[in-house]
């Protein structure tokens, strides 16, 4: 059993909020110097720097997780996870087609960069990836199913975007085994004061900037012989299943 230190919520360039110095090769990276093994980049409502992240994470001996922020109808931040690549990809066109296009406005947000693992811009988003999209939050357990894939609530312990500040309570939607922390220090309280249950506890950084990356703190315990970088994320996603 070997300890894989992880951080599943991290912003891209493509991210209108995300830093443009966050592009796949600088994430990959930063995790290497951060002493992290397992990172997933879950940028607003897309995915398509997942492919450019998978190849630089390769090149630094990380093992990548493709993963979105979803912004429901509700404007709620959930947090999808996949476990294959190509799966989601196809997670990214489904939200593609329910988004809600607004131009984007570089002159507030920057350009949202598409890149490759190399990081060379492919191309520009030209409408606003943070805003909500059509998805209920009560769907998105059976959609991140349908794609093979897992969701659970964004930094349930803030107040922008988090569940639980948008709802009033913790809903009682049996597809979220998972809740995300943003701040390890509040789990205990908001145990005590909300319905969350025996949920999997998950903490990570929301970073936008290379700077706000976790370092080795939250891990998962892996039997990973015989050794694969397939084997540890798949053992991961049985945990957090």
């Known amino acids: 059993m070997n300890k894989y230190y992880y951080d599943f919520h991290i912003h891209s360039c493509l991210s209108p909020c995300g830093d443009d110095d966050s592009t796949p090769a600088n994430i990959a990276g930063m995790a290497t110097l951060n002493n992290l093994q397992v990172v997933a980049l879950t940028d607003h409502n ?10 630089a994470a390769k090149r630094h001996g990380i093992i990548p997780i493709a993963g979105m922020e979803l912004t429901t109808a509700e404007d709620i931040h959930i947090v999808f996870l996949f476990e294959n690549l190509e799966d989601a990809l196809e997670f990214d066109k489904e939200i593609n087609s329910r988004r809600i296009l607004f131009p984007n406005r570089v002159d507030i947000y920057g350009e949202q960069y598409v890149m490759d693992g190399e990081d060379n811009v492919l191309e520009t988003e030209p409408n606003l990836l943070s805003n909500a999209t059509t998805v209920t939050v009560e769907e998105c357990p059976a959609l991140a199913e349908r794609f093979g894939g897992i969701c659970y609530p964004a930094h349930v312990d803030r107040q922008a975007n988090g569940i ?27 145990l005590e004061q909300y319905p969350i249950g025996q949920r999997k506890i998950i ?16 891990f998962f315990l892996i039997d990973d012989e015989p050794y694969s970088s397939d084997l540890v994320r798949r053992r991961i996603f049985e945990q957090l299943r």
């Open 203 to 218: 903490i990570s950084s929301d970073a936008h900037y290379l700077w706000d990356m976790r370092e080795e703190n939250d």
């Open 46 to 55: 897309t995915c398509r720097n997942c492919p450019g992240f998978f190849q």
């Open 164 to 190: 639980i500040a948008t709802l009033g309570t913790f809903p009682d939607i049996k597809g979220f085994k998972c809740c995300e922390f943003h701040d390890a220090d509040k789990v205990q309280e908001y």
